[in-house]
């Protein structure tokens, strides 16, 4: 996967906006409009987001694995551990994280071979 690195930015930008939003508990205001009119509930919504969160720490080792995603998904009573601050919006995370990340490549201009 390569990703330029005004994408990924954007893509921190959004994680810090969800955050924010998160902590404020305004989590059911960062759900898109088009789905909030659908058939599932903000309440289940707000579960992916935290589950969403849970997905992204820092630690490896502290992140569920997909099968626990997928029996957090369809378990309601399953409860939840609190997500801790994603890494990637912590002081200076975004500009070490475009850095860091092998999975970006330079992306060359029109006129380079």
Known sequence: LFLRPCLLMGVIIYIHKAWSMWCEEKGTEFIDPFLKDGTSTSDQMLRCLHIGFLCIQEDAATRPTM????????NDSFVLPLPTQPAVIGENAAESSVRRYSFIRPVASEGST
């Open 67 to 74: 099968s626990r995603v997928v029996l957090m998904l369809g």
